[in-house]
């Protein structure tokens, strides 16, 4: 555990308490991806199978329960509690053009071919592509809620954070997983926009655009 670590899971929570408080507010799931939140809910669950075979710490044991929870959750408002305020229309793009991929990378580059390794492989691939489904449904629509913005950011720091996690474990441990890095690097540079967009716009108190 580091600062950068912490940082980052505590960005990560920050997100998640964000979009569940939004969507329970404002009894409304109007602008989030129900498509991202269903790979974000198999992220978990294929990464986080040894929730209760492995123990390792109680703040770990903790974090993945919330993970889990806080996914499923979401999907049951979104999908049963306020389905109706769901955007199906706009929400249109095709998962299985990510998953497909990330399941043949993952049984092709791993670090063991176990069951357990090749599903948390899947996970750190799939996480890295997650939230295109998102950022589609945002520039289709063509902006976003500051809310959502918010959530958006957050999210996005979670990761930045961890990739400078993982320089200070290289330099400090000489530690370093080049699945991890190279998905996190390319999970943040999908945020880029999103990142330039959040702070010449929406911390100046304007309504987000993304270019459709």
Not at 10 to 34: Q, V, Y
Not at 48 to 68: A, G
Not at 136 to 151: C, D
Not at 158 to 180: K, P
Request: with cysteine.
């Amino acid at each position: 555990m580091n600062v950068f670590r912490l940082a980052g899971d505590l960005s990560h929570l920050l997100a998640i308490i964000i979009l569940l408080l939004k969507i329970w507010k404002t009894r409304s799931c109007a602008g989030i991806s129900g498509k991202s939140q269903i790979l974000f809910a198999i992220v978990y669950l294929s990464r986080y199978l040894d929730l209760f075979t492995t123990f390792i710490s109680v703040y770990n044991t903790f974090m993945k329960f919330v993970f889990v929870v806080s996914s499923l959750g979401t999907l049951y408002l979104m999908y049963l509690k306020f389905r109706a305020t769901y955007d199906h229309n706009h929400d249109s793009f095709r998962i299985e053009f990510l998953l497909v991929p990330c399941v043949v990378l993952a049984l092709l580059i791993n670090h063991d071919f176990t069951v357990l390794e090749v599903l948390w492989t899947f996970s750190i691939y799939l996480e890295s592509v997650a939230i295109l489904p998102q950022l589609f449904l945002v520039s289709k629509t063509g902006e976003a809620e500051s809310i959502t913005s918010h959530y958006l950011f957050a999210l996005g720091s979670y990761r930045a954070l961890y990739i400078l996690n993982w320089i200070y474990r290289y330099v400090a441990e000489s530690h370093y997983d080049l699945i991890a890095i190279i998905a996190g690097i390319v999970q943040t540079i999908l945020y880029c926009d999103f990142f330039y967009l959040y702070i010449t716009k929406v911390l100046k108190g304007k309504k987000l655009q993304l270019p459709a």
